[in-house]
T-cell receptor, first 118, second 114 residues
Framework: GAVVSQHPSRVICKSGTSVKIECRSL??????MFWYRQFPKQSLMLMAT?????????EQGVEKDKFLINHASLTLSTLTVTSAHPEDSSFYIC??????????????FGPGTRLTVL | RKEVEQDPGPFNVPEGATVAFNCTYS??????FFWYRQDCRKEPKLLMS???SGNEDGRFTAQLNRASQYISLLIRDSKLSDSATYLC???????????????FGTGTQLKVEL
């Protein structure tokens, strides 16, 4: 499968600070990447779709001013959690869809970033 | 009704057993279906895409039932290493609000025991 990396793998920060998470597709170009959040014992919840060269599309209930997404190149998307609070503590995972023929839309995930806000 | 539903389990099975999970989806316009495996505190890893005709990969068999709107995953000869959470994912393709988005179920936890 395709390889997606994510950095950092773990962040512990103080309340009020901003945290930047990077997602890279290593062996393919991704015009679209996805950002998910997963709380303990819950499923992945899509936060936003990151589109190269244009604005991200946010899911209902996700604050675009709090979760800033930048997709500046075909291999890199970043998620910045601004003014983080303890309730933002979660497992943030990105994914990317390599170009494929046909209708299948497999997504490959990065290893995730575990954010803890104190 | 949730878009994608799974029995959370856990399913506790002895090594060597056959176990099956189902996943129901509510949007009849759904076009692509997947099973992912997620280990504790790790990212999901693609296990199988689910094709209309069903598909098999070693001990794993996936099937799609469009009429009843569910997909299934069958694991034969369970191994200890199969213990994980199995997530189904559905894409509704070009339907409104679809695009490339995947909607995930909450996952079914499998524990294979000696």
């Amino acid at each position: 499968g395709a390889v997606v990396s994510q950095h950092p793998s773990r962040v512990i920060c103080k309340s009020g600070t901003s945290v930047k998470i990077e997602c890279r597709s290593l062996d393919f170009q991704a015009t679209t990447m996805f950002w998910y959040r997963q709380f303990p014992k819950q499923s992945l919840m899509l936060m936003a779709t990151s589109n190269e060269g244009s604005k991200a599309t946010y899911e209902q209930g996700v604050e675009k001013d709090k979760f800033l997404i930048n997709h500046a190149s075909l291999t890199l998307s970043t998620l910045t959690v601004t003014s983080a609070h303890p309730e933002d503590s979660s497992f943030y995972i990105c994914s990317a869809r390599p170009p494929r023929r046909g209708s299948y839309n497999e997504q490959f995930f990065g290893p995730g970033t575990r954010l803890t806000v104190l | 009704r949730k878009e994608v539903e799974q029995d959370p389990g856990p399913f506790n099975v002895p090594e060597g057993a056959t176990v099956a999970f189902n996943c129901t989806y509510s949007n009849s316009a759904s076009q692509s279906f997947f099973w992912y495996r997620q280990d504790c505190r790790k990212e999901p890893k693609l296990l199988m895409s689910v094709y209309s005709s069903g598909n098999e990969d070693g001990r794993f068999t996936a099937q799609l039932n469009r009429a009843s709107q569910y997909i299934s995953l069958l694991i034969r000869d369970s191994k200890l290493s199969d213990s994980a959470t199995y997530l189904c994912a559905v894409n509704i393709g070009g339907a409104p609000g679809g695009g490339n988005k995947l909607t995930f179920g909450t996952g079914t936890q499998l524990k294979v025991e000696l």
